[in-house]
């Protein structure tokens, strides 16, 4: 348990559907991130939330898009996605104001099947 | 800019043999350094990090990296494999804007 919870922790969607990815962590962190985690590729940042201002959105295509109402939520809407966006997608969770020391706390990921 | 690079995708090794993930970084600040593990069908769990108190990092579960600054690099190490430490381990770096970036990791198989 690391105090960060995804669900679902499986999703199959057509490319005409719309979903919801939610994330909820448990350890008073100020920051959440979500990642795309494909076979053979780098971990790739997507978006980062500061005390529930996105901070930081990597040239995602706005078929995915965040929310964060408070600093302990986090949800990725998704819709008329394509099956290259399969993959598993982690959610994690930092506390600012250490510079340098970002330590990252990880959930178990959502793997996601685009049909 | 700062970059990380996992060398050897796959690594197998014995059980009770030494177990050896290489990590180079590039980075244009002090860096920070962190080992993540990954087991199958699970989130990233953090194995030990460097942030410059000292040069040789303990981690969980026994595992160990020494930073070394004129190598540029951060090897992970265990005297004693386990069949339990089969996973993927990630290596990575922060940013000067306080991101991480992650090595494309190395899986490590362990033999009976």
Same mark, same amino acid.
């Given at each position: 348990e690391t105090g960060v919870t995804q669900t679902p922790r499986h999703l199959v969607m057509g490319m005409t559907n719309k979903k919801s990815l939610k994330c909820e962590q448990h350890l008073g962190h100020n920051a959440m991130y979500w990642y795309k985690q494909s076979a053979k590729k780098p971990?790739?940042?997507?978006?980062?939330?500061?005390f529930k201002e996105q901070t930081e959105n990597n040239s995602v295509p706005s078929r995915f898009s965040p929310e964060c109402p408070n600093s302990s939520h986090l949800f990725l809407h998704l819709h008329t996605l394509q099956?290259?966006?399969?993959?598993?997608?982690?959610c994690a969770s930092s506390q600012t104001g250490t510079s340098g020391?970002?330590?990252?706390?990880?959930g178990e990921g959502s793997r996601l099947t685009v049909l | 800019a700062q970059s990380v690079t996992q060398l050897g995708s796959h690594v197998s090794v014995s059980e009770g043999a030494l177990v050896l993930l290489r990590c180079?970084?590039?980075s244009s600040v002090p860096p920070y350094l962190f080992w993540y593990v990954q087991y199958p069908n699970q989130g990233l769990q953090l194995l030990l990090k460097y942030t410059s108190a000292a040069t040789l990092v303990k981690g969980i579960n026994g595992f160990e990296a020494e930073f070394k600054k004129s190598e540029t690099s951060f090897h992970l190490t265990k005297p004693s494999a386990h069949m339990s430490d089969a996973?993927?381990?990630?290596?990575a770096v %922060? %940013?000067? %804007?306080?991101k991480l970036i992650f090595g494309t990791g190395t899986r490590l198989q362990v033999f009976p």
């Open positions: 971990l790739e940042l997507m978006f980062v939330y500061n099956p290259e966006d399969s993959a598993l997608y982690l020391m970002r330590e990252l706390f990880f | 180079n970084y590039s996973a993927e381990y990630f290596c %922060t %940013t000067d %804007t306080d």
